[in-house]
């Protein structure tokens, strides 16, 4: 046990600390000074080791390796060929086939429209579309030039259309093949031409009306092109075949064809050369009269076919650019105009029929007369006439006409007008068509009944008011108007007796004799009996009449066997002048032409006598 001094153990000492004074900052402790940290000693570096000796792969591993995954790329390929041949081979193929198959349409001949002779008023005839591969032109304003030697036209345009890199376009289409041979001898390169045909109208403006047009796609939009777009179109075909790269077919390809079924030519009952005639006739008489249109109508009332159906002014289907849109409807089925004196026929038809008064059953005509608080008059101021009543006819006596309705009912009369065909469509089957107006019994006001006895009120197209008279024509049937020639023949209904029938038409006899209002009517060697009327043009913005007519004449040849109806209408002519004055000459040569052009023998009776009162008052 030592005795010396004990070491006090290690741990923290603690010192007293001295007080320091109040308000005295304490000092900041020295740091104490440490020891440098003593360095490890560097290691030696070690000795390299001794270099291995190289040891060779096995060349059998390696090569097994190797064939191992050539067997899985194998099998991958096998696998992938597998599923591509025998799985989904065909759907691949048939994939193949659809990328490089295209289908073209063959289209169908359109076939022609011609007249009752068999004499084309439309038809088609071949022509070619030139195309061009763009890329291929050489020069394109040299070859515009070359192409527009031929065909006409605007060099700069057919240049622009050269000019691109577009392996397919349209240089201009619808020339002659003629023209394409032309061409095609120059040897222009990217330059060829692709088969079409052309619509075409060997009559001009003949007809136009009636056959109508068709669009740039080839289908009809106006007349029988429209309304036989079904029968003339036929039907298409096509071609489906495979193709190569550049479009050209590829030889020995299979290929599908179905042929086109062509159209059916439509055969219509008008006659070119009485359309041609009449046609010619009244663009003479609206030129002459200054008037805005005109329409005529020629036919057989014992078939009811129409022979011609004319409006003026008219357009031609070979040159629709330079056609005004007014004049390619047909006027004689879409306008609709009071006919005036012309109706007068069916009131007479009426009174007679129904026993209301004979052809010689006399009345006293006033100067005037007083009915639903209006006042009538003829169209010249007269005294008090007794006249009979075929003298009323012939003389177009408005007042003498109202005295005959009133011995029937307003009922009958009402009937008898429908039962002419008032109100109602024709049936011709050609669009565009206007119904014409008949104002209801129960919407009549006091003045409506007799108004509507010489012919205002109510409204009609030309092939209407021309059908009441072929009814009279025809013996008091009528028949069902056709303009196609394949429509059956139909009777309509019987309107009136024979014997009313043959009465009416020799009534009208007079009106073309020199007492009558319409001698300039009159056809030499024939007789003939018809209607006049000037009746007034009623403006749609104000519902009133504007002071313009309508003249018109109607009538029938062979009085004692008619043949033939012609209906002439001048819409609003700038001479005055009455409708026996502007329409009866227009008859006249019509008629004329087309019983000769008919072969009618002429008349071999005389006029009839059943009137006995004629004076020389005029109305119409």
Excluded at 2 to 15: A, C, H, L, V
Excluded at 232 to 238: F, N, Q, W
Excluded at 472 to 480: C, E, K, L, S
Excluded at 547 to 575: C, H, N
Aim: hydrophobic share 40%.
């Amino acid at each position: 046990m030592s005795t010396g001094t004990r070491t006090p153990p290690r741990g923290p000492s603690k010192r007293p600390t001295a007080k320091r004074p109040s308000g005295s900052q304490s000092r900041p402790a020295s740091p104490r000074p440490r020891k440098p940290a003593a360095r490890r000693p560097a290691t030696p570096p070690r000795p390299p080791r001794p270099a291995k000796p190289l040891r060779l792969g096995n060349p059998k591993r390696r090569a097994g390796i190797l064939l191992v995954l050539v067997l899985i790329v194998i099998t991958i390929f096998a696998g992938r060929l597998l599923e591509i041949q025998a799985l989904r081979g065909d759907a691949l193929a048939a994939a193949a086939v659809d990328q490089r198959t295209t289908t073209v349409a063959v289209p169908a001949q359109r076939a022609d429209i011609v007249d009752i002779n068999g004499v084309a008023l439309a038809s088609t005839v071949e022509s070619r579309h030139v195309t061009t591969d763009q890329t291929l032109v050489v020069d394109p304003m040299a070859t515009a030039q070359d192409i527009v030697n031929v065909i006409g036209g605007d060099v700069n345009e057919i240049a622009a259309r050269l000019t691109g890199d577009r392996r397919f376009a349209y240089v201009t289409k619808d020339i002659t093949p003629e023209q394409w041979r032309v061409i095609d001898d120059l040897g222009l390169s990217g330059i060829y031409s692709e088969r079409a045909s052309r619509r075409i109208y060997p009559a001009g403006d003949v007809a136009a009306n009636v056959v109508g047009f068709v669009g740039g796609e080839g289908a009809g939009l106006a007349g029988v092109e429209y309304s036989r777009e079904q029968q003339l179109a036929g039907t298409d075909g096509y071609r489906t075949y495979e193709r190569a790269s550049g479009g050209a077919a590829i030889p020995g390809a299979a290929a599908v064809i179905e042929d086109p079924i062509p159209g059916s030519a439509v055969r219509l009952t008008i006659d070119r050369d009485i359309q041609y005639v009449a046609q010619r006739i009244l663009a003479n008489e609206v030129a002459t009269s200054g008037a805005e249109s005109g329409s005529i109508v020629v036919m057989d009332p014992r078939t009811g076919d129409v022979l011609a159906l004319a409006s003026v002014p008219t357009f031609d289907p070979n040159d629709l650019a330079n056609a005004e849109e007014a004049n390619l409807g047909n006027r004689a089925l879409s306008d609709v105009f009071e006919p005036g004196s012309t109706s007068k026929l069916i009131t007479m038809a009426a009174v007679i029929e129904e026993g209301g008064a004979a052809p010689t059953t006399m009345f006293e005509i006033p100067g005037t007369l007083d009915r639903g608080g209006k006042t009538f008059h003829d169209a010249s101021e007269h005294g008090t006439y007794n006249w009979d009543l075929t003298t009323v006819l012939s003389q177009s006596s408005n007042i003498g006409t109202i005295l005959a309705a009133e011995t029937i009912p307003e009922a009958t009369l009402y009937d008898y007008m429908q039962r002419f065909g008032v109100g109602e469509p024709t049936g011709l089957g050609l669009p565009g068509e206007s119904d014409g107006y008949l104002p209801p019994m129960d919407t009549w006001s006091a003045t409506t009944f007799p108004t509507l006895t010489f012919g205002q009120g109510f409204s009609v197209n030309a092939v209407q008011i021309a059908d009441v008279f072929a009814s009279i024509a025809n013996d008091g049937v009528r028949m069902q108007p056709r303009i196609f020639a394949d429509a059956p023949i139909v009777e309509r209904d019987r309107v009136v007796s024979e014997r009313t029938a043959r009465q009416v038409r020799e009534m009208l006899e007079y009106v073309v004799s020199d007492k009558g209002t319409a001698p300039m009517a009159a056809v030499p060697g024939y007789r003939v009996g018809g209607k006049t009327g000037t009746a007034q043009v009623i403006n749609p913005e104000c519902g009133c009449y504007d002071g313009t007519t309508i003249g018109s004449f109607i009538g029938m040849a062979p009085i004692d066997d008619p043949e033939l109806v012609v209906a002439v209408a001048i819409v609003k002519p700038t001479v005055e002048q009455l409708g026996g004055e502007l329409a009866g000459p227009v008859f006249r040569e019509v008629m004329t032409y087309a019983l000769q052009a008919r072969r009618v023998a002429p008349s071999t009776s005389g006029a009839s006598t059943a009137s006995t009162t004629v004076s020389a008052a005029t109305n119409g």
